[in-house]
Every structure is written in structure tokens, then in C-alpha cells.
């Protein structure tokens, strides 16, 4: 469903599971688009099968966080989980690495949003709502992901270098619209 997104934070032992994306080589949780006829734990649950390997149990809802910026908005639900069988493996055309990481040795570069988010999971944080809004300077009113792609592949910089340059000038504010809970926990 357009603008409807899943993050998912898989969390084993004080590690989080991480993936990075094959189209700016950026660090993220898994993420993905939920399809028409499924509910949003299932898109979840299937969207990180898909891009890491492993079976996962949603083991709370963290929060919705809605990206409004000259691209496309969108509306992730973020769950946590735990991994409950499978194996690592990359998603072709997707992630090209896959890796658990200590809380306090998360990786970079992350993309836009991810930091707020992983903290939230950390943090323990269940039932937040953050509005992140990105205002990227060097991109039109208006692009499509597409439109993106075709700007990225004939940049003459590395995929990586593009989103760096692209996003060197954000402007990111962040609004916490409802607080959530905090849990004495973690998974």
C-alpha cells in the first residue's frame, strides 16, 4: 500500500540486526512497502525473511514515525523482534551486508530516520509517534523514487557518496506527537 512502510529491529543478546541497502549503501533496519492483503505485522515478518534470512516474533509495536520530505512520504509502523530460526542471507537487489551490531557500536552511515529510530528500540520506547521532516535542499519540490535513481546513477559518485552529498544539507526536524511508554526491558 503506497506511503505504508515496516521497520524492524531484531534484537538477540544486546545486538541489533542491520542491513545495508544495495541502492546508497546506507545502514538500515529492515524495511519494506506492505502489499495489498496482508496486515502490517505480516509485511513485517515477511519483509525481514526477505531481506535478512531469519524468521523473527514481533515482540512489540515501538511506534509509527511518518517521513514528510520532497520525496514520497511515508508512514513506518516499527516493530521489535526476536529471531526464531533461519539463517543470514543478503536479499539480491536489495542489501548487500547483513550484520549484528552492540547498541554502541552501531554502524554508519545510517539513512535518514534510522537513528531516532534504533535509539527508540534501545531505549525500550513502545507506542511513540515522531514526525521526521526532511527538506532536502539539492532535490526539486517533488521526486519520485524512480526520478532518484536515475539522479544517483548519473551523478558520477558512488552510490554511498551521492546519499552523503544529498543529505550533507538536510534539514531534519524531528517532533515527538505522542510520547509512548518506556519498558524496564529489553529483548
Same mark, same amino acid.
Given at each position: 500500500m503506497k506511503g505504508l512502510a515496516v521497520n524492524v529491529a531484531v534484537v538477540h543478546d544486546g545486538?541489533?540486526?542491520? !542491513? #545495508?541497502? /544495495? %541502492? =546508497? /549503501?546506507t545502514w538500515i533496519l529492515p524495511s519494506g512497502g506492505v502489499e495489498e492483503g496482508e496486515s502490517i505485522a505480516q509485511a513485517a515478518i515477511r519483509e525481514t525473511k526477505e531481506e !535478512?534470512?531469519?524468521?523473527v516474533e514481533l515482540t512489540r509495536l515501538v511506534g509509527v514515525y511518518s517521513r514528510l520530505s520532497n520525496m514520497s512520504p511515508v508512514h513506518a509502523v516499527l516493530f521489535a523482534a526476536k529471531p526464531i530460526g533461519g539463517e543470514i542471507k543478503c536479499q539480491e537487489g536489495e542489501t548487500i551486508a547483513v550484520e549484528w551490531f552492540a547498541f554502541d557500536e552501531i554502524p554508519s552511515p545510517l539513512s535518514a530516520g534510522h537513528k531516532r529510530r534504533i535509539e527508540d528500540v534501545i531505549a525500550g520506547i513502545s507506542g511513540v509517534a515522531v514526525l521526521q521532516e526532511i527538506k532536502l535542499p539539492a532535490m526539486p519540490e517533488k521526486m !519520485? +523514487?524512480? /526520478? *532518484?535513481? /536515475? *539522479?544517483?546513477d548519473t551523478s558520477g559518485l558512488s +552510490? #554511498? %557518496? =551521492?546519499?552523503l552529498q544529498l543529505f550533507e544539507q538536510a534539514e531534519i526536524k524531528e517532533k515527538v506527537e505522542v510520547s509512548g511508554m518506556r519498558e524496564d526491558k529489553h529483548e
Open positions: 545486538k541489533i540486526l542491520l !542491513t #545495508q541497502r /544495495e %541502492d =546508497f /549503501e !535478512t534470512g531469519l524468521d !519520485t +523514487r524512480k /526520478e *532518484l535513481m /536515475e *539522479l544517483r +552510490r #554511498q %557518496d =551521492f546519499y
